[in-house]
């Protein structure tokens, strides 16, 4: 064991399933658990922890694969759980799928010293041993995976500082950034999430000396979270409860709002439900907004605005990743330099837009139909951290032109419609300044989109988003039309971009 080793006292079986389990949170495909000790030491209960943690069972049966060799199961990352005391020789590694098994999922190893040559040099070697009643375990592993291993033991003291040692965790969902999510669940008490966003490096300089965080007011902390939380609740709108924080690492656990989502039993979206949220969102809209928020005694959050060179930089994703995507070829200067002027002159059109609080991704994934409450609290919104002080109409086309969902024209008039209503019910309400602004924020947020989606493909392996490109596309294609829009619209419609 090397001087970085980590050493976890288990001081019960209950200890050691735990850790199964917690190891299970930060696995990654091709990673590969090398579990020594001798008999007895806990490597199988480890192991059970880990598999039904991964496969989202809390009573699946994990036998130990003594006689069969191997055992694989299916889970968020196929699981194969390995057991190579009767192996003949390590050769016969090969015969059990070693390598395929590694390459599309993630590998338990009992014995492992049994086939020691042949297992991957970067393998996470975890050796259990007795230690008075209980156990000790001691991790050693690369750089990379002690990264992960450090932080999630790290989500663990923070459960337990916050009265949930024993709490059982499950992977809930990763977003499109470095955010994780888990469900946490523990006797007598009400399901809790915990969101996992540590503090984020800035990336390089890419403009006047600034990183694309900078300049697009991206939320590097859960800072932000919080004090538009606490902002949201006390307007009389549904924010999760915070139950405990730690702003430093990047760690809360808050409340669980329900599972109640805008789609039916089909993935159609519900009508009802962007209405109501349209109209909740006019709500949102009627209140005034500091630009300062309270995360916690002596934090204050300072609600970035939403200015030009933000909107720009996120709407040259379209010329940076989108137009070579599409086109085979990648944008000239004299491309980029055209597509810039031609939303500097959409931008100046909202000068004179309505201004409120953009919470920037108000859409069916980050709203939670709540169907036995009534008023404000039926509808939970849960993702608000990168919200800026800029257009109202912003939020507006994220709803109405719901980037996961597709939303037919129709429906899309309607909840516009319905957001038109509860403004005009409030008082003045300039509706062409609304129309104008609309339709501007919505082709520069879907512009920004699919340079974002084709990015996710690209640079992080993630090719699932590329399903959403005909969409989105879609939506451009329904607010170009506008006068505001001309010169963005002769960009698209010249370099064929709409398909």
């Known amino acids: 064991m090397s001087p970085e080793t980590l050493t976890i006292e288990l001081e019960d079986e209950a200890a050691t399933t735990r850790l199964g389990a917690d190891l299970a949170a930060v696995a990654r495909v091709g990673d590969v658990f090398a579990l020594s000790g001798d008999l007895g030491a806990g490597k199988t209960t480890l192991a059970r922890g880990f598999v039904r943690a991964l496969a989202g069972d809390p009573a699946l049966d994990v036998p130990s694969p003594t006689f ?25 590694l090969d015969e059990l799928g070693f390598d395929e098994a590694v390459s599309e999922g993630v590998a338990l190893v009992e014995w492992p010293e049994r086939a020691a040559d042949l297992l991957p040099a970067d393998r996470i070697r975890i050796e259990l041993a007795h230690r008075g009643d209980g156990r000790v375990a001691m991790i050693d592993a690369p750089d990379t995976a002690l990264r992960r291993l450090r932080r999630t033991l790290a989500i663990r003291r923070f459960l337990a500082d916050a009265g949930a040692p024993g709490a059982a965790r499950t992977f809930l969902l990763g977003d499109a950034s470095t955010r994780t999510y888990e469900t946490i669940s523990a006797p007598g008490a009400p399901k809790r999430i915990l969101m996992n966003a540590p503090r984020q490096p800035d990336g390089p300089p890419i403009r006047d000396g600034k990183p694309y965080s900078q300049i697009a007011h991206l939320a590097e902390s859960v800072t932000p979270f919080v004090a538009i939380a606490k902002a949201l609740t006390s307007r009389g709108f549904c924010a999760p409860k915070i139950f405990a924080q730690d702003l430093d690492q990047g760690l809360l ?27 909740l969102l006019a709500g949102i809209h009627r209140h005034d907004w500091p630009l300062e928020m309270e995360a916690a005694p002596g934090v204050v959050h300072h609600l970035p605005l939403y200015d030009r060179e933000a909107m720009m930089i996120e709407a040259e994703l379209l010329t940076d990743w989108y137009v070579p995507e599409e ?10 330099a055209e597509y810039r002027a031609a939303w500097d002159t959409a931008i100046s059109c909202l000068a004179t837009a309505e201004k409120s609080i953009v919470l920037r991704d108000y859409h069916s994934p980050n709203i939670i139909w709540r169907e036995e409450r009534s008023g404000n609290d039926r509808l939970g919104i849960i993702d608000f951290q990168d919200a800026l002080w800029g257009p109202a109409a912003y939020d507006v086309a994220s709803l109405a032109q719901d980037a996961r969902v597709t939303i037919p024209p129709e429906l899309e008039r309607a909840t516009v419609d319905a957001y038109k209503t509860a403004r005009r019910a409030q ?24 340079g974002i989606f084709v990015r996710l493909n690209r640079r992080d392996g993630k090719p699932q988003y590329l399903k959403h490109l005909p969409r989105i596309r879609d939506y451009v294609g329904r607010v170009l039309p506008h006068p505001a829009l001309a010169a963005v619209r002769d960009f698209y419609l010249s370099r064929g971009l709409l398909g």
């Open 427 to 450: 008082g003045a309400f300039d509706e062409a300044a609304f129309d104008q602004a609309y339709a501007i924020m919505a082709a520069q947020r879907n512009s920004k989109i699919l």
């Open 327 to 336: 086109t085979g070829t990648a944008p000239t200067d004299a491309d980029r």
């Open 68 to 92: 069969t060799l191997v055992q694989s199961y299916p889970g968020r990352i196929a699981i194969h759980h390995f057991d190579l005391y009767r192996l003949a020789a390590g050769s016969d």
């Open 253 to 279: 656990l808050i409340e669980h709002l329900g599972d109640g989502g805008f789609l039916d039993a089909a993935g159609a979206p519900v009508r009802e439900r962007y209405l109501a949220a349209a109209t």
